[in-house]
């Protein structure tokens, strides 16, 4: 029963306890934000997400997600990213002791696309290098989750949030499959990221209350059916409200939306993509 469900507030990306958001105010102001951070008592001792770097362009502000992650994941030619592109969003440092600090702690896939000295040079440097290859059934991303999911200790479990770099604006094939990772782990709180947009799913086992940081995101903002039609969905904050509105693909689903308060609560009778805007100011 909808009225039964437990809230969960949306803890994934506010200023105090939820500081991955205002870690993407890097994108716009760094200094600004991670003072902000600091202040909404943000230390790397209270961190608890881990990081996966897919094989896409790098979103600008990696290098602060990856500072305050527990751990760092790259799925397969996600490392070449990170070899290739970590010194060139970091200018004003030597490209060596960049490579040399921005380490994974974990390389996984199939192991098809990562350049060799690259592999080698992180194997050096003391990456824990998982070939999945017999698997070809999974993508590199899901290979991943599985990681985290299996390593991370179960005391950490409710807390665990997975902040994905990479995962949209490239091939679609490889978009839908990055979706379908969210619909595969709806039970872990993972969240796409990219210059542009954030995309999580919201579990219809919940009602969600999602706190926007109206400095770094928004206005536009979206909700979308996934995994089926949702017979009654009902929401707040929005400019166009949904009152037990039925949404499904052929019928309507909430594009172009925008955002009119900092608190959004959404419920629905079946699993929503929850998407909003990066503000860029550059
Ligand atoms: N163009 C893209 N758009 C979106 N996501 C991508 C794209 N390319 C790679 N990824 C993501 O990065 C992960 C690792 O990429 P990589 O190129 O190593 O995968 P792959 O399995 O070798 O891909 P391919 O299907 O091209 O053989 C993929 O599992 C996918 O999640
Ligand atoms: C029905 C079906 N379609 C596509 C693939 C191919 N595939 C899906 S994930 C993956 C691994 C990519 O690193 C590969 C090759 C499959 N196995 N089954």
């Given amino acids: 029963m909808l009225g039964k469900q437990e809230i969960q507030e949306n803890r994934i990306l506010c200023a105090s306890g939820n500081e991955e958001r205002v870690l993407v105010l890097a994108s716009s102001n760094r200094e600004l934000n991670l003072d902000e951070a600091v202040k909404g008592g943000l230390s790397k001792d209270n961190k608890n997400y881990a990081l996966i770097l897919l094989n896409q362009p790098l979103p600008k502000f990696t290098p602060q997600l990856w500072d305050y992650a527990k751990l760092r994941l790259c799925a397969d030619g996600g490392a070449n990213r990170v070899f290739d592109e970590m010194p060139l969003l970091l200018p004003r440092q030597d490209p060596v002791s960049v490579r040399d ?5 974990v390389i996984k896939g199939d192991m098809d696309s990562i350049r060799t000295e690259v592999k080698d040079f992180y194997a050096n440097l003391g990456s824990k290098i998982v070939d999945a290859s017999e698997d070809q059934d999974t993508t590199d991303l899901h290979k991943c989750i599985s990681f985290v999911q299996d ?8 807390d665990l949030c997975i902040l994905v770099v990479g995962a949209l604006g490239g091939r679609f094939d490889h978009e839908m499959g990055n979706i379908n990772v969210l619909c595969n782990f709806s039970n872990i709180r993972i969240v796409l990221i990219s210059d542009d947009c954030l995309i999580q799913l919201l579990p219809r086992t919940h009602h969600h209350e999602i706190n926007i940081l109206s400095s770094v995101e928004g206005p536009h903002c979206g909700l979308i059916p996934i995994a ?7 929401t707040s904050g929005l400019e166009w409200n949904l009152d ?15 955002v009119r308060e900092e608190k959004i609560t959404v419920k629905s009778d079946s699993d929503l993509l929850w998407t909003i805007s990066v503000r860029r100011t550059t």
């Fill in 244 to 258: 037990d509105t039925e949404m499904k693909f052929g019928g309507l689903v909430s594009t172009s939306n925008m």
């Fill in 228 to 234: 089926t039609a949702s017979a009654k969905a009902t």
């Fill in 151 to 158: 390593t991370i200790p179960d005391v950490d479990k409710p």
């Fill in 101 to 105: 600090r921005y380490v994974p702690d």
